[in-house]
Every structure is written in C-alpha cells, then in structure tokens.
DNA sequence: TCTATTTGTTAGATTCATCTACCAATGGAG
DNA sequence: CTCCATTGGTAGATGAATCTAACAAATAGA
C-alpha cells in the first residue's frame, strides 16, 4: 500500500471523493461541496483541500466556489471503483446472501483493494452462475441451504439425492470430539450457532482447514488441537460442532 | 472506519502488526523488532513506537529490550485477523482460482474489513461446497470453465448437457451490438479478452447489470448504453464481447 | 576484558486526513 | 441596494504512520 502510494498517489480517500462526486453528478447533475460533505460525513473543511489535491492530480476541474466536474480520467478512476463496489456488494448481497446493509459497509471497505484479477474471478463466477443451467440451479440450493442453515446444514437436503450418493470410507462425517489424541482431521462443516459459531471462527476453524488433536482433558471438555501450527483449546461444546474428515 | 476507531483504537496497522508477531511467535518461538521490521517491510525506528501503543492497549507485553508476549485479548484478536486472512485467500486461490501470489496481496489488504457476517457466509459456501456432493461437482466444473475460459464461456462446454436443457425464449443470448436504440438487456457474460475485458469490467460491465442501448452511431462505431444511470460509450468490439438477455 | 557489530530507542520531520473556528463570497429577500 | 443566510475557504491543530539519523544497549569475538 505504501509503494502503491507512491506510483500513484491516489489514496482510498480520494478514491472515495471521486466516488462521491460521480455518484452526485449522475444523480443531480452536479456536485458541491456541500453534498460531498453531507455523503461521506466529513466536515466542508475537509472537502475543500481535498478537492484541491484531485485537481492537482488531473481527475476533476475545480474552481474555487463552482461546480466540480470530473475530468475523463477522472471520470474513468471514478467508474473503476464504482464498479468494483457494485461488483462486491452484488457478490455479498445476491451470492453470499447477506443483508444489504452489511453487504454495503463491506463492499465500500475493499471496493479499493480489489485486484484486476480478483475482478476479473468474479466475474467469471457470475457468468457461470448466469449462464450456465447447473450454476443457476446450484445458486438457488446455496441460497435454500444457506437460509436455513443457521441449524440443519446443506448436506441433509436435497443436495443428498445428488448423484455421487454414495460417501467413501474415509469420508465418513465425524466431529472433533469423535477424535482421539494424535487423529487428525480436516473441517468440512461447522454447526454451531451464534457466539460459538463465532468463536470458531473467528479461531480459524472453517471447511478444508486441518486440525489435530493433541490432547484431551480427563472429563473430555477442554480439548487441546493444533491448526495451522497454532494450539488452541476447544471447550466441548465447540469441539461436538465441527465435522471434520479424518486425514 | 473512523467511527469505529473511536470505539475501538486498534487500527489496521496496529492489527498487522498483531498478526506478523502471532506468526512469528507460532514459527520461530519469539517475537522482535527487527524480524516484525522486515516481515512488514518497515523500518525498525517505526516498529518500537507501534509495540509501545499496542502495549498500552493490552494486547502485547513489551518490556524495552525483551521479546514480544501476546496477552490472551492480543492472541485472540491476532487469530481472527489471520483467519480472515486464511478465509479470503483460500477463497481467492482455490476458489476463484487466482494466483497465488495475488490471492496473499488481496487477501492482506481486506482482511481487516470482513465483517463477521460476510465470514459467516463464506464458511456456509465452504460447507456447501465440502459437503454437498453437488457443490463440489461443481465447483470442480467452475474451476475447470475458468481456467479455459479465457476464450470459451462455459456454456459451450459440458455445462451444456446439464439439466434445464432449452433455454426459454427470452433468454435468448445476443450481444450488445444485435439491440437497437432503445432496446434493454441484462448482461450475461463478457466474452473479450485481455484489455477489452478489462476495460469493460472497470466500467461496470459484468452480469446481471442491465444496460440500455441509447444510441448507435451510424458506422454502427460507438454506440451509447446506459448503465446504472450512467451513460458510456462503447467501441463495437467492446460491445460485440458482451452477451446480454432481452429484458 | 575490551571493542565491534547488531539490535533497539528516541527525537524530529513528513504526509495524510481529519477537525474546529473563523473569515469571505454569493445570492436572494426585503 | 443593502443585509443576512448559506456556502465555501483558510489557518492552525490533532493523531496516525511512517521516515531518517543519531544514540544507547546488548552481544559476540578476539
């Protein structure tokens, strides 16, 4: 971020003033001061020199007390990171299922460090979803399972009459507290709900990572496992939520 | 993101710097200056300050000249970062198949602004797609259309023999340049490559967006779409690459 | 034990983004 | 035409994160 900075001395809060500033041209014809203010809840004194710096810069024409207008490069930056922002918050909103309100925040927090490949991976996914008659209906049961998962996960549904229908030997479903001392496992599933889904989480236990047990208290409750060579304990509660896969 | 740090002071840096210590504690045992210096390419004069706020937060234990401690809080915080880093980079690299490399550059620069339920939401398309035989026979099928797509979308390939085999009549597929002024369509896919695409992402062109055609010049050459309230001029070629459904 | 090297600290400067508080310009309303 | 309200501009301050450069402490060789 730093050396990017210097290449190209455009920073995300300027980005976010450009932003703002095309979002209003295209609604009222215009932008000031004022509304760019009032849209991204600074104060005007802030505004004004930060207008004066994207002047200098060549991506708006200001003059001092008038309208600002974006120049074209300007105006193309200001598309760029709009449409990184439209992009995250479609993929937050009708992919991931979030609320829109969080999918928003989340899109207007990294619409600035999108990558053009990671642009360019979404897009491939949309188009595989839009286009393509199985991602369509794949979408459609993520969602179904996704809505009701806060308990019963994807796998007892309907995905079940899918065909590989039978699971192999070592593919058999278990849950951490099913392992013994020095097993291994690799997540698939964590079902717990609210601050213990969280917490796991939040700890790094999500599908495809690996955990090994290293130890097991006397009444069974704090179990000790290590993930990405990190220890940590799991009180048994925790432990009985996460399916894993045994490696 | 100001607000946020009123409530709560650890910023995204103070947060990195977190996280680069957890690992080092995890690989080599210890913690110091001049290894968080170089691991954050930052100078060691910088360093020194960073651990005095961050000892002052409770979060590390730093006495002057000894190694660095997490405390309990500062652990727990430097996990969550590093699992959404974790989270992201296993999305961007074995999910949308990105390289490496800039899957750890993105995955760096967002993982401080994934809000829990986005997380959430990720480790339910993990689920889905570990535990759902039909999840993974797709993602498998996405993964093999993206890496070859660079020419073919993926609806020419074995996608085609998958179920919902007709596709009704107004979802006809046809390019931007097939509609008259006037005419609406919903994009589907982006067939152009290199910096046709490119372009065309960063000007909001990806699915599901819709689009109107305003106006064709008369060599057919630029031809006018709107989008998101927003007017744009596209080259026939850029218009040709992008595939649409009448709305 | 004494020096040389490595490592860490401190002070002071810079840049960015913001604030507050006050000042200046503009434009209606009377 | 004047006055006042709205709007924008400026100066000065703050706080974060960084740098450089000089200094201090610890460590390791000789």
Redesign the interface.
């Known amino acids: 971020?730093?050396s990017a900075r210097k290449e190209n001395p455009v920073t995300d809060a300027l980005e976010d003033y450009l932003e703002t500033i095309?979002l209003q041209i295209?609604?009222q014809k215009f932008a000031r001061i004022k509304d760019i203010a009032k849209a991204r809840?600074v104060k005007s004194g802030s505004v004004s020199p930060a207008m004066k710096r994207l002047d200098e810069l060549g991506l708006i024409k200001y003059v001092k007390r008038e309208y600002i207008v974006l120049t074209p490069e300007g105006e193309?930056r200001a598309?760029?990171v709009?449409?990184r922002h439209?992009?995250l918050e479609?993929f937050?909103k009708?992919i991931?299922?979030?609320?829109p309100g969080?999918a928003q925040?989340?899109a207007c927090?990294?619409e600035h460090?999108?990558?053009?490949?990671?642009?360019?991976?979404?897009?491939?996914?949309?188009?595989?979803?839009?286009?393509?008659?199985?991602?369509?209906?794949?979408l459609e049961?993520?969602r179904g399972?996704?809505r009701v998962?806060h308990d019963i996960?994807?796998?007892k549904e309907d995905?079940k009459s899918?065909?590989?229908?039978e699971i192999s030997e070592e593919e058999q479903?278990m849950s951490i507290s099913d392992l013994q001392p020095g097993q291994s496992g690799r997540v698939?599933?964590?079902n717990g709900q609210g601050a213990i889904?969280?917490r796991l989480?939040?700890?790094?236990v999500?599908?495809?990572?690996e955990i090994e047990v290293e130890r097991v208290a006397p009444a069974g409750d704090p179990i000790w496992i290590k993930l990405?060579?990190?220890q940590?304990s799991l009180r048994q509660n925790e432990a009985a939520a996460v399916?894993v896969t045994r490696v």
Chains 1, 2 share one sequence.
Do not use: W
Request: aromatic letters at 10%; glycine letters at 4%.
């Open positions: 971020m730093n095309y295209r609604d809840g193309k598309r760029r709009f449409a439209q992009l479609h937050f009708d991931l299922n979030m609320s969080a925040k989340d927090a990294m460090n999108l990558s053009d490949e990671a642009m360019d991976r979404f897009v491939r996914l949309f188009e595989f979803l839009e286009v393509c008659p199985e991602g369509r209906d794949l049961k993520f399972c996704s998962h996960p994807c796998m995905c899918a065909h590989r229908p479903q698939t599933q964590v889904r969280q989480l939040d700890m790094g999500f599908p495809r990572v990405q060579g990190y940590i399916m």
